[in-house]
């Protein structure tokens, strides 16, 4: 298959224009023919049904949360980009624009990331008639700060909540349309599949979480805006049910899977302190505004931090990367933190942290100032740690957060399949090798709220002498079948070894030889290791229960399933990209001093990978990506 991206023609700023002005539509009267099925309701999701809904549509919403509030948007704490220019700092849309595709180290389509910047204007002022309680100035201003990897300020912020507070009116916003029928709401629903028929995505096959039973369920559209996949490295940021299934289903059913290996490892979350862990807690980046990060220039460093004086400290950020100091993009700031802790300088109990320190923020600004900032962060890490932040600095280590990668879409958020969608972290589209901070709620926002109601009605303009779609179809029959038989075969195993002892083994395998930095020869034992392991889960996993009823291991192993396959996967395509990029730091292709080394000539696409029924041998496509309006350029931040 030809990957085409479908970008319109135009200049840079005409093209989304251009595209609006040419979709088709559909009238109101037609709407109420067609049905949309939305599989998850966080910022994308529910404002993209919200949006349907209104317009008319019948849409159904699918999460398996009880409810959509606790959706992981909301732990995206530090804030939302908008190229407001609020500060008169010298921002706009293009810069912008070359921001975000610098961060990710010229690996995404100029167009996508234009349109997202050219979108996020319009996004506050729909925020803030939503109720979204952004900070402001003493006068009453919308309030900004930076984030890493820019220079101005352009991220607008509810205090560390700015995640939970956008979700809340998109969720709002749902919810009315929930109250009005337009949308149908289903909560502990977990989709298992993806029905394709004739070649169009045609409906799902999901599981009530509750009963257990399995559900067919159409529509003339899927949209998958089911978040990513980094919880298949067990320890993240991401909450425990965060799993990539959904989207790594519909690969399986034709899907292509773009640039998986692009894994964002945050630089502020919260250290590992023991085995008993089951999650990491991420620490807003807004605090790298004020926050000055450092280690000990000694070695095995057991002082208190207030103990160690000035020249004592070596602030490493600050010291590699002047120009930008603290606020270094995010793939930057972990590798350098990781490359402080294995030559001996961590810091805590475990030796695998570096400070943030707000000692001279709070000389300098005074004690309320930085509550009124991040007063709530403060809270959440006194009650974690037991240390006083405001007192001590703050232990923080880099973990594994978002994925760049995942479904590959056109311009439209169209799959390789016609009829799926793919909005917010389950695409590839904006952030290319490594996501700038404040991005994800934008991305996310744009899709449901601006994007995707024009791209979905382009689409359903030719659906609308197709009639109701049956689930008797042959296509259903099977997929259902074919559910019903992965859930037994799980069952059947009655080994002698936890879901979370396969969640663990393969997350410590990617960590090790596919986190922060990778190299062909860790890579190649990644992969032998990953098809052993998945061969040891088919034959000693130990699942108990039935699938009748609750069952959280079920569930569980589903997706672990799905993780050992979506692993293996990552491993490929890491090894098959001969250059560090963003988050991707092969070893093997680094500069003298440490940075990455690109290499346009031979790499200068995006990877979207074909499902072969032979997980060893997946097939790999490629998108080439021209730039016809910023010239790529060796990325510094120094």
């Known amino acids: ?46 404002s993209l049904a919200a949006s349907l809904g209104e317009m008319g549509y019948n849409v159904s919403t699918y999460c398996f949360q009880d409810s959509p509030r606790r959706a992981h948007s909301v732990a995206a704490q530090g804030g939302v980009n908008a190229a407001k220019n609020y500060k008169n700092d010298g921002d706009s849309v293009f810069r912008m624009f070359v921001d975000t595709i610098k961060g990710g180290d010229f690996r995404s389509r100029e167009a996508n990331v234009y349109r997202m910047a050219e979108c996020s204007l319009n996004l506050i002022d729909q925020a803030v008639a939503q109720g979204v309680p952004f900070g402001r100035e003493y006068g009453g201003y919308l309030n900004n700060r930076s984030f890493g990897g820019v220079q101005v300020s352009r991220t607008f912020y509810a205090r560390g909540q700015t995640g939970q507070q956008l979700l809340l009116g998109s969720y709002q916003a749902m919810m009315r349309q929930v109250q009005k029928g337009s949308v149908k709401l289903h909560a502990r629903h977990e989709m298992l599949d993806l029905v394709v028929v004739d070649g169009k995505a045609r409906g799902i096959i999901v599981r009530n979480l509750d009963t257990g039973a399995i559900e067919r369920h159409s529509a003339h559209a899927v949209v998958l805006a089911t978040g990513g996949y980094g919880k298949i490295y067990y320890l993240s940021t991401l909450a425990m049910g965060c799993n990539g299934s959904a989207i790594w289903r519909a690969h399986k059913k034709g899907a292509y899977m773009a640039s998986p290996s692009w894994i964002q490892i945050h630089p502020t979350s919260l250290p590992q302190s023991g085995d008993y862990q089951s999650k990491l807690t991420l620490m807003s980046e807004s605090l790298r505004n004020d926050g000055r990060i450092w280690v000990p220039k000694l070695k095995d460093e057991n002082r208190n931090a207030n103990d160690i004086p000035e020249e004592e400290r070596d602030y490493y950020l600050e010291r590699r990367y002047p120009a930008f100091g603290n606020l270094a993009p995010r793939d930057i700031s972990s590798r350098a933190a990781k490359e402080r802790i294995d030559a001996g300088f961590g810091i805590g109990p475990l030796k695998n942290a570096v400070y943030l320190d707000f000692g001279k923020a709070i000389r300098e600004q005074g004690l309320p100032k930085i ?14 740690t037991g240390y006083n932040a405001y007192e001590v600095p703050m232990m923080i280590s880099p973990s594994a957060h978002f994925s760049m990668g995942g479904l590959w879409v056109d311009y439209d958020l169209m799959s390789t399949i016609p009829g799926l969608f793919a909005l917010g972290e389950a695409n590839f589209a904006d952030h290319g090798a490594n996501r700038l901070g404040a991005n994800s709620l934008l991305q996310a926002s744009v899709d449901g709220y601006f994007i995707a109601p024009y791209t979905l009605s382009n689409y359903l303009s030719n659906e609308i002498h197709t009639g109701k779609i049956s689930t008797d179809h042959p296509a259903f029959q099977q997929a259902e079948a074919d559910v019903k038989a992965k859930l037994e075969q799980l069952l059947k195993i009655q080994g002698n070894k936890t879901v979370d002892h396969y969640h663990k083994a393969v997350g410590k395998i990617l960590y090790d030889y596919c986190g922060l930095s990778r190299t062909e020869e860790g890579l190649k034992k990644a992969i032998q290791s990953i098809q052993d392991l998945r061969q040891d889960f088919y034959q000693h996993v130990k699942i108990p229960g039935t699938p009748q009823t609750i069952n959280n291991e079920l569930e569980k192993a589903g997706r672990v399933a799905d993780y050992l396959e979506i692993a293996e996967l990552m491993c490929h395509d890491a090894l098959s990209r001969n250059e560090s990029c963003g988050a991707h730091f092969r070893e093997e292709y680094q500069t003298e001093d440490g940075e990455a080394m690109r290499n346009d000539e031979a790499y200068q696409f995006i990877s979207a990978w074909e499902w072969n029924e032979k997980p060893e041998q997946p097939i790999l496509h490629k998108e080439q990506l021209n730039f016809e309006f910023i010239k790529p350029t060796v990325r510094s931040y120094k």
């Open 371 to 384: 509550k009124e900032k991040y007063g709530n962060l403060f809270d959440m890490y006194l009650k974690i």
């Open 1 to 46: 298959m030809e990957l085409n991206a479908r970008i319109p023609e135009g200049s840079l700023a005409d093209k989304w224009d251009n595209y609006k002005k040419t979709a088709k539509l559909v009238n109101p009267a037609n709407r109420k023919k067609l049905d949309v099925i939305v599989v998850g309701t966080g910022l994308a999701g529910a």
